[in-house]
DNA sequence: GCCGTTTTCGGCCCGACTGTTTTCAGTCG
């Protein structure tokens, strides 16, 4: 029984806990928290990086740490781990995770008051326990008390990018109104396109930072804030009522580039871009580019460098701009370095959409209006895309029903008169023993197939892997719909070998599905960019059930910009011409 | 513990905010 990618990273992260309640020195704490970041982020698993002796190749791993993946990986544990569970009790580490408690108040209150559980801890602030020890106070206590609320009231840890983008919107949407505000936007991990994100940061640049508090003032008292976590004049932290926390970050005009640049992110890729000033005599921070000597003392006489633009920053940097999608310190500065960066693909190179459901199936529009919908969105071409007889629930077609369906798909593409194409498709199942859904005879009539996993996802490895595999090796199937299967932000993807599925895909030129609905975007963006490095084929696809559902699309977009694809690899920025010699040459 | 267009040793990003402090420590991002 071998451990995951993700089992590992996590033991990695409960030791750097254990380590910074210690006292140790940060930077060895941080190796490890970079190291369990590094390894969630890998698109394939550390046992086959292993095997090829290249563990010291991820980034943030070296010798030591790839000897103790290599022990986790034969043993199925870790030496230093179980000795550092046994110093500390859990709940301690626990306890490090209420906002505003860090280790030392955690060592504080366990070394002082013996309380090990987030419930004690609870008991002893309300019983007016903590207040006396050093360093605290009664405010301090009603911190703890109101961290540990906000705690038990968060359902999940990160929201989906589709919950955030628009909670940020509709707060940037007040904040523009304002005559204060010249401009607003919104950073961090929402605008690096993360699948999930933990909080939002929000920008805002005045004239003059006299400005600052009201702005402050109306951000602070929005009707969705649930609480305050602090206010001053350039930065104040609300949690919202659905737990959400979001940071506003006012700053003037004049230094929005450099603002903007830090407060993006990823911390990983601002260190990079901080050594690169660093070693070009600067001090990059959000204010500006400070000169600095040879000690990296800033120089105060020296004039500063202001930028108004991230391009300004990235430049003096000797640096190509950097689409925030990429900005994770995994090759694009070397890329942007050189000039080299690829040209990511855009919503506006996306001219169809290959899968989406009508109310054949479990779809709430039919065909005519999916399709012109569609057309009003620019889509040149889509295919229909229900789901197969064995998914019950979804009212998945008999072989009857798919039939008659391709005639009426084909009577309103002849409708429609050009002006869009409509094909005929469909979601097909791979059932649980392996088994496709429909029989070739039937596939071979269709325009276009997605082979997709809905039911007995926790299968075991072997025959989750040889379920996509029968999919991938059947030449009538064109598309591989979700491969991972995950749900955002809970639903684990499925355990299956995507070295073995990605090889098989290369030989056969099957097509990988990057689904923009934001409860899954899967493939994810490290599989994809893994999938474009072996050559293979993607598309982009909203899944739509609803017209609405097909303005999703940005989200897909986004999630195959963070995994550095551009349109030629992608089906539908084809031609229609081009889709169609494909489709039919995939079919023989 | 990682890492190298200053370095195989000696750095490692750095500022805002809060609450407790008589000048700073802790936390966060």
């Given at each position: 029984?071998?451990?995951?990618?993700?089992?590992?990273?996590?033991i990695?992260?409960?030791?750097?806990?254990?380590?910074?309640l210690?006292?140790?020195?940060?930077?060895?704490?941080?190796?490890?928290?970079?190291?369990?970041?590094?390894?969630?982020?890998?698109?394939?698993?550390?046992?086959?990086?292993?095997?090829e002796?290249?563990?010291?190749?991820i980034?943030?791993?070296?010798?030591?740490?790839?000897?103790?993946?290599?022990?986790?990986?034969?043993?199925?544990?870790?030496?230093?781990?179980?000795?550092?569970?046994?110093?500390?009790?859990?709940?301690?580490?626990?306890?490090?995770?209420?906002?505003?408690?860090?280790?030392?108040?955690?060592?504080?209150?366990?070394?002082?008051?013996?309380?090990?559980?987030?419930?004690?801890?609870?008991?002893?602030?309300?019983?007016?326990?903590?207040?006396?020890?050093?360093?605290?106070?009664?405010?301090?206590?009603?911190?703890?008390?109101?961290?540990?609320e906000?705690l038990?009231?968060?359902?999940?840890?990160?929201?989906?990018?589709?919950?955030?983008?628009?909670?940020?919107?509709?707060?940037?949407?007040?904040?523009?109104?304002?005559?204060?505000?010249?401009?607003?936007?919104?950073?961090?991990?929402?605008?690096?396109?993360?699948?999930?994100?933990?909080?939002?940061?929000?920008?805002?640049?005045?004239?003059?930072?006299?400005?600052?508090?009201?702005i402050?003032?109306?951000?602070?008292?929005?009707?969705?804030?649930?609480?305050?976590?602090?206010?001053?004049?350039?930065?104040?932290?609300?949690?919202?009522?659905?737990?959400?926390?979001?940071?506003?970050?006012?700053?003037?005009?004049?230094?929005?580039?450099?603002?903007?640049?830090?407060?993006?992110?990823?911390?990983?890729?601002?260190?990079?871009?901080r050594?690169?000033?660093?070693?070009?005599?600067?001090?990059?921070?959000?204010h500006?580019?400070s000169?600095v000597?040879?000690?990296?003392?800033?120089?105060?006489?020296?004039?500063?460098?202001?930028?108004?633009?991230?391009?300004?920053?990235?430049?003096?940097?000797?640096?190509?701009?950097?689409?925030?999608?990429?900005?994770?310190?995994?090759?694009?500065?070397?890329?942007?370095?050189?000039?080299?960066?690829?040209?990511l693909?855009?919503?506006?190179?996306?001219?169809?959409?290959?899968?989406?459901?009508?109310?054949?199936?479990?779809?709430?529009?039919?065909?005519?209006?999916?399709?012109?919908?569609?057309?009003?969105?620019?889509?040149?071409?889509?295919?229909?895309?229900?789901?197969?007889?064995?998914?019950?629930?979804?009212?998945?077609?008999?072989?009857?029903?798919?039939?008659?369906?391709?005639?009426?798909?084909?009577?309103?593409?002849?409708?429609?008169?050009?002006?869009?194409?409509?094909?005929?498709?469909?979601?097909m199942?791979?059932?649980?023993?392996?088994?496709?859904?429909?029989?070739?005879?039937?596939?071979?009539?269709?325009d276009?197939?997605?082979?997709?996993?809905?039911?007995?996802?926790?299968?075991?490895?072997?025959?989750?892997?040889?379920?996509?595999?029968?999919?991938?090796?059947?030449?009538?199937?064109?598309l591989?719909?979700?491969?991972r299967?995950?749900?955002?932000?809970?639903?684990?993807?499925?355990?299956?070998?995507?070295?073995?599925?990605?090889?098989?895909?290369?030989?056969?030129?099957?097509?990988?599905?990057?689904?923009?609905?934001?409860?899954?975007?899967?493939?994810?963006?490290?599989?994809?960019?893994?999938?474009?490095?072996?050559?293979?084929?993607?598309?982009?696809?909203?899944?739509?059930?609803?017209?609405?559902?097909?303005d999703?699309?940005?989200?897909?977009?986004?999630?195959?910009?963070?995994?550095?694809?551009?349109?030629?690899?992608?089906?539908?920025?084809?031609?229609?011409?081009?889709?169609?010699?494909?489709?039919?040459?995939?079919?023989?």
């Amino acid at each position: 029984m071998t451990l995951s990618n993700r089992q590992i990273a996590d033991i990695f992260d409960t030791v750097a806990d254990i380590l910074q309640l210690k006292g140790e020195i940060i930077h060895r704490v941080l190796s490890y928290r970079r190291a369990a970041e590094s390894i969630r982020e890998l698109p394939r698993d550390l046992s086959a990086i292993a095997a090829e002796d290249k563990l010291t190749e991820i980034p943030g791993i070296g010798d030591t740490l790839g000897d103790k993946i290599k022990e986790m990986l034969t043993t199925g544990k870790l030496g230093l781990y179980e000795r550092l569970i046994t110093e500390i009790p859990v709940g301690v580490v626990e306890i490090m995770r209420i906002n505003g408690v860090g280790p030392k108040k955690a060592q504080l209150f366990w070394k002082e008051l013996n309380i090990t559980t987030v419930q004690g801890l609870e008991q002893a602030a309300r019983a007016g326990k903590l207040r006396d020890l050093s360093g605290m106070g009664v405010k301090s206590e009603q911190k703890v008390i109101e961290g540990i609320e906000a705690l038990s009231r968060r359902q999940v840890e990160r929201v989906p990018l589709g919950t955030a983008l628009p909670a940020a919107e509709s707060i940037l949407g007040v904040l523009r109104a304002l005559p204060q505000c010249l401009q607003a936007t919104v950073a961090g991990s929402v605008r690096r396109a993360r699948p999930t994100i933990g909080d939002i940061d929000l920008l805002v640049a005045v004239r003059e930072m006299s400005d600052s508090p009201a702005i402050m003032q109306i951000f602070v008292t929005l009707p969705n804030v649930a609480r305050i976590l602090g206010q001053g004049d350039t930065k104040s932290s609300v949690e919202l009522l659905n737990g959400l926390q979001v940071d506003l970050r006012v700053l003037p005009q004049e230094r929005w580039g450099t603002a903007l640049q830090y407060f993006t992110g990823s911390q990983a890729h601002n260190i990079k871009t901080r050594e690169i000033a660093l070693a070009k005599g600067f001090s990059l921070n959000e204010h500006a580019l400070s000169p600095v000597d040879s000690n990296g003392t800033i120089l105060e006489d020296a004039p500063k460098l202001l930028c108004e633009t991230e391009e300004q920053v990235y430049h003096h940097l000797g640096l190509q701009w950097i689409p925030p999608e990429l900005r994770e310190d995994s090759g694009e500065i070397e890329r942007a370095r050189d000039q080299t960066l690829p040209r990511l693909i855009t919503l506006d190179d996306i001219h169809a959409d290959l899968h989406m459901h009508t109310t054949w199936s479990d779809g709430k529009h039919t065909i005519r209006e999916m399709a012109e919908a569609a057309r009003e969105r620019g889509r040149k071409f889509i295919v229909i895309t229900d789901h197969s007889r064995s998914l019950g629930v979804a009212n998945g077609l008999s072989i009857e029903r798919l039939l008659e369906q391709q005639n009426e798909v084909r009577r309103v593409d002849q409708a429609l008169n050009g002006s869009i194409r409509v094909f005929h498709g469909t979601e097909m199942d791979i059932n649980a023993d392996g088994s496709l859904d429909y029989p070739d005879e039937i596939l071979v009539q269709l325009d276009f197939v997605i082979a997709s996993l809905h039911m007995s996802l926790r299968q075991e490895r072997d025959q989750i892997t040889l379920r996509l595999l029968n999919a991938i090796r059947n030449p009538h199937v064109d598309l591989i719909g979700h491969p991972r299967a995950q749900m955002l932000p809970n639903r684990e993807p499925v355990d299956a070998d995507m070295d073995v599925v990605f090889t098989a895909a290369q030989q056969t030129g099957i097509a990988l599905e990057i689904n923009a609905n934001p409860a899954r975007l899967d493939l994810e963006a490290q599989y994809a960019r893994r999938a474009l490095d072996l050559g293979i084929l993607l598309a982009i696809n909203t899944d739509a059930h609803t017209i609405e559902q097909m303005d999703l699309m940005n989200y897909g977009v986004m999630t195959a910009r963070r995994g550095w694809v551009t349109p030629d690899h992608v089906l539908n920025t084809w031609s229609l011409e081009r889709f169609t010699t494909w489709m039919t040459q995939r079919g023989q």
